[in-house]
């Protein structure tokens, strides 16, 4: 999956009884498979496609995630180096002052 399917509104959310727990970026393909569910009695054999599309968005919503909150921590230990070589020089330039 390349890409995200577009966003649902709140008041669609509301409308198809999505729980708060799904109102994600995957919730546009929650629908589909909900009322595939529906239509087919909750059959474990039916609906297979529509499934498969919504698990295969959860896992990419969940890879970006990933990225995203390792991208952070990568962002946070660059600024402590930085902080750490700063207080560093700082250190060594009070150090050759008080000489």
């Keep these: 999956m390349a890409e995200f399917p577009p966003l ?3 008041e669609d959310m509301k409308k198809h009884k ?17 009322e595939c569910r529906k239509k087919n009695y909750y059959m474990p054999w039916a609906c297979g496609h ?26 946070k230990i660059e600024q402590a180096k930085a ?3 700063a207080a560093a020089a700082a250190a060594a330039a009070d150090a050759e002052e008080s000489k």
């Design 8 to 10: 649902l509104s709140q």
């Design 18 to 34: 999505i729980l708060l727990a799904y109102r994600d970026r995957c919730a546009a393909l929650l629908v589909p498979l909900n």
């Design 50 to 75: 529509e499934r498969h599309e919504y698990e295969m968005c959860e896992v990419a919503d969940f890879q970006r995630r990933v990225k995203a909150m390792d991208k952070l921590k990568a962002e």
């Design 83 to 85: 902080a750490a070589a």
